[in-house]
């Protein structure tokens, strides 16, 4: 069989990859310790999931309009005005399959081939995927590590070419924990603007930060240049459900509605349901979520300081941390973040994801949603584990 040259340009998700090698460990009998996945291990609150029971009951479960009900896109742009003091309307909302359908339409729609989109390293591995998918080409961004993976406006705009189309930005970032500030935030926009470019500003952990109050640059009222990419699989442990938005111009989402109108169609009827009590009801079940993973990160910090020669950047939000393990490299078979990630599973069965996946090569990344038992029991396996080196 032949395959399109389009789909060869992509390959599997790695994160992925790494959840089907500690699949496959843990039905040996292993028990892992697993930092893979960048999932909540909450499950989803019981109010929402009941909202879902509802609907099946009152036999919500056909066709929906394709872009979202009416009832969800109000209440998505009332819970962002809210928490943001954004002013979106229903028009300027389209609601999707989780947050990686508005990113993979929002690029097919905006990107011919050649077309260039600045791309910040670290990066989340489907925004390199989706981009070569469109046709367009990565233009990479490193940034410092010295300086928390800061992402500047100012070198930004020095990558920006006549092929330049669209910067992607991800703060709170996966697989860093990085935050940029909101004033850098602000700036990176008014790059976008000053050059005709769509800013794509990926915030689907922007309730998970451990300083200061949650931020989006939806405050800002330009619709032009900027489309917000959210969900609600983080924030409420919706994994499963698949539920994502964006927000931005009309006739940008316009030509989103189309992929999806043929595509997926609506997301899963019951699913917005559920969605639509999650952002209605009170807010206790973020801020309950979010003080367990912050009583996680000082504890995965502070663990993997305390094992010689890793230096781990102090994730100021999402669930993930990112140590520099490079005192391990070129070590006893340890010749990149893949082999060392291997390793640490097949002889200690703790799961991390190779940094190499996110474009650096000195670094693996642990998610720490996951309890404060499995994160002891992991952090002591890995300090046993690098001893030996
Ligand atoms: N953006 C980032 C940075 C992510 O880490 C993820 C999921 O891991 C997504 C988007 C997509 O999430 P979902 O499709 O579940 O909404």
Known sequence: ???????????????????????????????????????????????????????????????????????LKEALVERHARDFGSNYSVEECLITVGGK?????????????????????????????IIRYAGGNEVLLETDEAEGFAVRAEAVEKLITPRTRMIVVNSPNNPTGAVVPPEEM??????????????LSDECYCQCVYEGPPFSLGNSKDCEHLLIVGSLSKTYAMTGW????????TKLLANMLKLQSHSTSNPTSIAQKAAVEALRAPQDCVRAMLAEYHRRRDRVVKGLRAIPGIECTLPRGAFYAYPNISAYLNRDGLADTAALAGKLLEEAHVAV?????????????????TSLGQIEEGLRRMATFFARF
Do not use: C
Request: glycine share 8%.
């Open 242 to 249: 698949r539920v994502g938005f964006a927000l931005g111009s």
């Open 186 to 199: 602000q700036k990176l926009l008014a790059v976008a603007t000053r050059h005709n470019l769509l800013l």
């Open 101 to 129: 359908q508005a990113i993979f339409e929002a690029m097919v729609a905006t990107l011919n081939d050649g077309d260039e989109v600045i791309l910040p390293v670290p990066y989340w591995v489907s925004f390199l995927d």
């Open 353 to 369: 994801v190779p940094g190499q996946a996110f474009g650096t090569h000195q670094h693996v990344r642990l998610s720490y949603a």
């Open 1 to 71: 069989m032949q395959f399109s040259e389009r789909i060869s340009r992509i390959s599997i998700s790695t994160t992925a990859a790494v959840v089907q090698k500690a699949d496959k460990l843990r039905a040996t009998g292993a028990t892992l310790v697993d930092f893979g996945a960048g999932e909540p291990d909450f499950p989803t609150p019981d109010h929402i999931k009941q909202a879902a029971v509802r609907a099946l009951e009152e036999n919500f479960t056909r066709y929906t309009p394709t872009g979202g009900i009416g009832d």
